[in-house]
């Protein structure tokens, strides 16, 4: 019983080891954090890539699709049909397709209201058709999707995808072995279809009330397994994306991934991930770069926690999906391209292999990171490195909370009154009230009529930023700032606030988690209760640079700039806070469709906790006052 | 401050004090220690907390639980695990309540698992706040936090009192644990505090769990033993334990508390009495005086046997869902034995002193180690804790507790989110997060008793802790 041992009622061994040495410890373990997560892309920590789920039996069979030309006529008729309805999707040719084919097809209907002024609304319609499996009772499914995008849409076009499920629904109708439906899924307006759809088949609402009205489908498969998400911009393709990152930075199961890859690979198609393939060196530095470089852009995505594909939404309803994308340009030289023929074999080889499971996909991993498409990086090694820079947050939560306590029990006569523990919850309190006020903001602003004359992006971004800019005045309100102790003690309940929320967050979207510990971490690390006038100035100047909108600001400009890099300064500043306006309001959006919860966290968790940083760094008094304090209110 | 003896036994030795204590009433002891008093000390325990700032404390807290109730996060909080669980879960109640409407017996199916006199008491309840559920839940919730107030209260008085009168068998340079009057008497209302705003009660109590009576029969019954009165003590004792069956093991500190604190063998006999034939009653109500039998079943068999397995705090349903069927009567008791009586014995024998300590503890093990705890459960327990304030300057674990309630708490819905809805985590997630819950109240449990042990040790030795001239060190072994 080590840790139950009393090591008299003072100070044991153990505290007094990390009082001395706290410092150095949080130092070390930041810096072993940031450096463990800089390894993690070196090949000697991380392993290759395999297949855990034995039920799978990938690319087994011989392949049997033959329906190139069959596709290759639809995507003809498509585009002919596609003229006769410049912005909407032509249904009745599809719904005829599918029935022709011998599906069950269907059509569903969806409104989405804008989110800051339900009057404003936007239809849209899904296109899907049943293969009822005939080996089965319809008790699983798979899916089979695929945006259909005008020819208006700034997106590149995906046509040919279409083209290819027709092809391939009419091909697996024919066959005998199916045990699962296979949902073939057309969707309008990008992400907005695939969530409505997603939303009627489960009957629930993702985000807010009465935004999006997903409506009611007609006819249902069973419990959906996997969902393949096809964006093909080209009939013949010489380069295979695949895109894995889903909302919230969730990630489909690692066996899918190596089963679409593996597919890919054996139809000789250019296989990349995240616009790389694979790279050969012998110079290991060059070697690490290459996979850590990207690891970097998939972390990049992944922070975000917006889909990048319509794969991405499926992930929240435990259905693992991913997309394919083809270009037809191709990165690797001399690499061949392949056509229709073989984009339906890599379809039947993944999904015949999606037929074979016998459970949902369990085994593997679902938390991952992937420097290349044949390496991965579990959960258990990548961990470490925010739990390293967690850990020095409660460590020096830990260090002066018995530094306190160790202060109390000296000066005996100040006694805890000095600690106004009440005030500081109230403190505590009320920033956290004002960040759900602020997450409040643009659901009140956009019903506020008077108003409606401004834009809708002005009229919800500036009272939201006047808000946060006046929140950053509240330490003058707070009148413990001029007691050490509560402001310590504040200091304290911020530190493992801070580190709780990261571990948090890292749990469900590790990158997020880990690019906030980095940049916040050594910052409240630095932030102590002084009064050094230039300590404190220091502190309140390192403390502003963090804030989230700075930081937001940040990233945007250099995004801006390495997007328009011949721009002039001042062009790329007026982009950038343009950007920054706009990625403000989208993530607000995003979380009121499709229950994104950055822009929720972000307010309710981080701006609050950085106000009370905020006010520990503004903390006011003199050594010995804490002494008059006391007194005074003894005489009270 | 310092008592001035009266008895004339009392000079001559301690030791006689003691007994002729026992002799003379309570009462009488209890008066002659007012007059002995100094004014200060019977103004801090009156006056420590004025009665306007508890009805404010408590009117926050309605108007807390009243928002939360008529919010929309009232189904979330209802449908968390840790909130409800197959024992608590009002959704339950109510189909119980249905299907007794329709004249269908309830505990056919596999539904309820409520005995049939609370659900007779929910329906009346119900009648009396005319179906304003909420209404029913804040007024059990607020009159729990009122009597653990009063409780706490006694309590701290009673310790006072006992410390004052046996001051001088203390050491001489232990002056310093003493108890401060003014600290100890602020306790109860701190006690009251976070009973209404400790996140877990107020989830509980806001997620509609029927945990909120339960806590409200035992806060009676503490509130009983506390005050002397042996027979509301059985009853509401009685009533615990047909709710949830592991409060029968409360009997044993109840039973010490009368004998160590209140000293009255007569009243323990009655305690006894209450205790028994209220049990024997509620039975006979329960089966309809002896024709059915059905709710023993799934009242009593679910909590021993563990049935459901669905996920909660507890260590149970990890443990039976990864194990080899076979084994399964085994670990059973094995689990059961751990919970209620492996360390009934022990701790009761080493604590008879302190049988209000004992019975929190008691009460704090079952809460760890139930099959069905929920968060309800652990609010009570941990809502106890600040009424022993002379106990805290000898803890050691106070921030690592807190910490790891801090994470464990918050990480517990996040990870049962992951594994149930994204399908991305598992079990094994959960359960390391309800793990690390159980020990965090371990430690903490142990931390409190073992402060107990070293307050003790203090008063006794003093401060001075030298072995052959070297520090000594405290340490359980």
Same mark, same amino acid.
């Given at each position: 019983m080590g840790l139950l041992t009393d090591p008299s009622t003072g100070q044991g061994k153990f505290v007094k080891i990390l009082l001395k040495y706290y410092v150095h410890a949080c130092i070390l373990l930041y810096v072993s954090g940031v450096l463990w997560f800089l390894a993690i892309a070196y090949p000697n920590m991380n392993a290759n890539t395999y297949f855990s789920e034995n039920a799978l039996l990938p690319g087994l069979v011989k392949s049997q699709f033959r329906e190139d030309r069959e596709a290759s006529r639809y995507h003809e008729e498509f585009l002919d049909e596609m003229k006769k309805y410049p912005d909407s999707i032509p249904y009745p040719w599809l719904l005829a397709k599918f029935k022709q084919i011998g599906l069950d097809a269907y059509m569903h209907n969806f409104t989405l209201a804008s989110p800051f002024n339900r009057k404003d609304k936007f239809s849209g319609k899904n296109v899907y058709g049943i293969l009822r499996a005939p080996r089965g009772s319809s008790a699983e499914a798979l899916v089979l999707s695929t945006p259909f995008r005008p020819s208006s849409s700034p997106h590149p076009p995906t046509e040919p995808s279409i083209a290819i499920m027709l092809a391939f629904a009419k091909y697996a109708n024919k066959e005998k072995y199916w045990a699962k439906d296979i949902i073939f899924l057309i969707t309008e307006h990008e992400q907005v279809g695939v969530q409505a759809w997603l939303e009627a088949y489960y009957g629930v609402t993702c985000g807010s009330e009465n935004i999006l009205d997903h409506g009611d489908l007609k006819g249902r498969g069973g419990a959906i397994q996997a969902a393949i998400n096809l964006e093909l911009h080209s009939e013949r393709i010489g380069q295979m994306d695949i895109k894995i990152e889903g909302l919230n930075g969730q990630l489909p199961n690692l066996d899918l991934f190596n089963l679409a890859s593996k597919m890919c690979s054996k139809e000789g198609v250019y296989q990349t991930f995240k616009n790389r393939g694979h790279f050969y060196t012998r110079k290991p530095l060059l070697e690490w770069w290459n996979y850590f470089k990207n690891m970097l852009t998939m972390m990049a995505t992944q922070a975000t926690g917006i889909p990048n594909g319509n794969h991405g939404l499926f992930h929240r309803f435990g259905i693992q999906a991913l997309t394919l994308e083809g270009f037809e340009q191709s990165k690797a030289t001399g690499s061949s391209r392949i056509w229709f023929v073989g984009i339906g074999r890599i379809i039947e080889g993944v999904f015949r292999s999606l037929n074979n499971l016998l459970e949902r996909f369990h085994q593997s991993f679902f938390f991952y990171l992937l420097p290349s498409s044949d390496r991965y990086i579990s959960i258990s090694i990548y961990i470490p490195s925010v739990c390293l820079m967690v850990g020095t947050m409660f460590i020096k939560a830990c260090a002066r909370w018995f530094k306190m306590i160790e202060t109390n029990s000296e000066g005996k006569n100040l006694e805890t009154s000095a600690i106004r523990v009440d005030k500081i919850i109230i403190t505590f309190l009320t920033t956290h009230f004002f960040g759900v006020l602020i997450s409040n903001v643009p659901q009140f602003v956009a019903q506020y009529p008077t108003l409606s004359q401004y834009e809708t992006n002005i009229k919800v971004f500036y009272p939201l930023l006047a808000s946060v800019v006046l929140l950053t005045v509240l330490p003058l309100f707070v009148s413990i700032r001029h007691c050490k102790k509560s402001m310590e003690l504040l200091n304290i309940l911020a530190m493992l606030e801070l580190g709780t929320t990261l571990i948090c967050i890292s749990m469900n979207n590790f990158s997020l988690g880990l690019f906030c510990g980095i940049i916040s971490v050594p910052a409240a690390l630095v932030i102590n209760p002084s009064n050094c006038r230039v300590c404190s100035y220091f502190q309140r100047f390192l403390w502003f640079l963090i804030h989230p909108l700075n930081i937001l600001v940040c990233i945007v400009m250099i995004n801006t700039y390495y997007l328009f890099p011949e721009e002039n300064l001042d062009v790329i500043l007026f982009r950038g806070w343009d950007a920054t306006m706009q990625s403000i309001i989208f993530s607000i959006v995003d979380s009121m469709i499709y229950g994104n919860w950055l822009y929720g966290v972000i307010t309710n968790i981080f701006i609050p906790n950085w106000l009370c940083f905020w006010i520990v760094s503004f903390s006011v008094f003199k050594e010995g006052e804490t002494i008059k304090d006391s007194d005074k209110e003894k005489k009270e | 401050?310092?008592?001035?003896?009266?008895?004339?036994?009392?000079?001559?030795?301690?030791?006689?004090?003691?007994?002729?204590?026992?002799?003379?009433?309570?009462?009488?002891?209890?008066?002659?220690?007012?007059?002995?008093?100094?004014?200060?000390?019977?103004?801090?325990?009156?006056?420590?907390?004025?009665?306007?700032?508890?009805?404010?404390?408590?009117?926050?807290?309605?108007?807390?639980?009243?928002?939360?109730?008529?919010?929309?996060?009232?189904?979330?909080?209802?449908?968390?695990?840790?909130?409800?669980?197959?024992?608590?879960?009002?959704?339950?109640?109510?189909?119980?309540?249905?299907?007794?409407?329709?004249?269908?017996?309830?505990?056919?199916?596999?539904?309820?698992?409520?005995?049939?006199? %609370?659900? +007779?008491?929910?329906?009346? !309840? =119900?009648? #009396?706040?005319?179906?304003?559920?909420?209404?029913?839940?804040?007024? @059990?919730?607020?009159?729990?936090?009122?009597?653990?107030?009063?409780?706490?209260?006694?309590?701290?008085?009673?310790?006072?009192?006992?410390?004052?009168?046996?001051?001088?068998?203390?050491?001489?340079?232990?002056?310093?644990?003493?108890?401060?009057?003014?600290?100890?008497?602020?306790?109860?209302?701190?006690?009251?505090?976070?009973?209404?705003?400790?996140?877990?009660?107020?989830?509980?109590?806001?997620?509609?769990?029927?945990?909120?009576?339960?806590?409200?029969?035992?806060?009676?019954?503490?509130?009983?033993?506390?005050?002397?009165?042996?027979?509301?003590?059985?009853?509401?004792?009685?009533?615990?334990?047909?709710? %949830?069956? +592991?409060?029968?093991?409360? !009997? =044993?500190? #109840?039973?010490?508390?009368?004998?160590?604190?209140?000293?009255?063998? @007569?009243?323990?006999?009655?305690?006894?009495?209450?205790?028994?034939?209220?049990?024997?009653?509620?039975?006979?109500?329960?089966?309809?005086?002896?024709?059915?039998?059905?709710?023993?079943?799934?009242?009593?068999?679910?909590?021993?046997?563990?049935?459901?397995?669905?996920?909660?705090?507890?260590?149970?349903?990890?443990?039976?869902?990864?194990?080899?069927?076979?084994?399964?009567?085994?670990?059973?008791?094995?689990?059961?034995?751990?919970?209620?009586?492996?360390?009934?014995?022990?701790?009761?024998?080493?604590?008879?002193?302190?049988?209000?300590?004992?019975?929190?503890?008691?009460?704090f093990i079952i809460t760890i180690f139930k099959s069905y705890p929920s968060v309800g459960d652990v609010g009570f327990v941990l809502s106890v804790v600040p009424s022993f304030p002379h106990l805290f300057p000898f803890s050691q674990q106070g921030f690592l507790v807190g910490t790891m309630l801090i994470i464990s708490t918050s990480l517990a819905p996040i990870l049962y989110y992951l594994w149930i809805y994204c399908n991305s985590a598992n079990a094994n997630f959960y359960f390391g997060v309800t793990l690390s819950f159980a020990v965090a109240q371990i430690f903490l449990l142990t931390d409190l008793l073992f402060s107990q042990v070293k307050r003790d040790y203090m008063l006794k030795y003093g401060k001075n802790r030298k072995i052959d001239g070297e520090e000594g060190i405290l340490c359980l072994e």
């Open positions: - | 401050m310092k008592l001035a003896p009266l008895d004339i036994t009392s000079n001559i030795d301690n030791t006689i004090t003691k007994y002729t204590n026992v002799k003379s009433t309570k009462i009488l002891r209890t008066l002659q220690l007012f007059i002995k008093m100094s004014v200060k000390i019977r103004a801090a325990y009156t006056n420590s907390i004025s009665t306007s700032r508890i009805i404010f404390t408590c009117l926050a807290a309605v108007i807390v639980r009243y928002y939360l109730m008529l919010s929309k996060y009232q189904t979330v909080i209802a449908n968390h695990v840790e909130v409800s669980t197959p024992l608590n879960s009002w959704k339950r109640v109510s189909e119980g309540l249905y299907l007794i409407s329709k004249n269908i017996n309830p505990y056919e199916g596999d539904v309820l698992h409520e005995t049939p006199l %609370s659900l +007779y008491l929910y329906k009346n !309840i =119900l009648l #009396v706040f005319q179906d304003r559920i909420h209404l029913a839940f804040i007024t @059990f919730d607020v009159a729990t936090a009122i009597i653990l107030f009063f409780t706490t209260k006694k309590f701290n008085w009673d310790l006072f009192v006992e410390e004052e009168n046996n001051k001088e068998t203390f050491a001489k340079d232990a002056v310093e644990c003493f108890l401060k009057p003014e600290k100890l008497f602020k306790s109860s209302y701190y006690v009251l505090l976070t009973y209404l705003f400790n996140p877990f009660t107020l989830f509980s109590c806001v997620g509609y769990s029927t945990t909120v009576f339960y806590n409200f029969y035992l806060a009676v019954m503490m509130f009983c033993m506390v005050h002397g009165i042996s027979v509301i003590c059985g009853i509401f004792l009685a009533l615990a334990a047909s709710v %949830s069956f +592991y409060p029968v093991v409360l !009997i =044993l500190p #109840v039973t010490m508390y009368f004998k160590y604190a209140i000293k009255s063998n @007569f009243k323990i006999i009655i305690n006894l009495f209450s205790f028994i034939t209220t049990s024997v009653l509620i039975m006979l109500m329960c089966t309809d005086f002896g024709k059915d039998f059905s709710y023993i079943r799934n009242v009593y068999g679910c909590i021993l046997t563990v049935p459901d397995l669905q996920p909660n705090i507890g260590l149970f349903w990890y443990f039976f869902t990864e194990m080899f069927e076979h084994f399964r009567e085994l670990f059973i008791y094995a689990f059961q034995i751990n919970n209620t009586i492996l360390y009934l014995v022990p701790i009761s024998l080493r604590f008879r002193k302190h049988p209000f300590l004992l019975t929190v503890a008691i009460n």
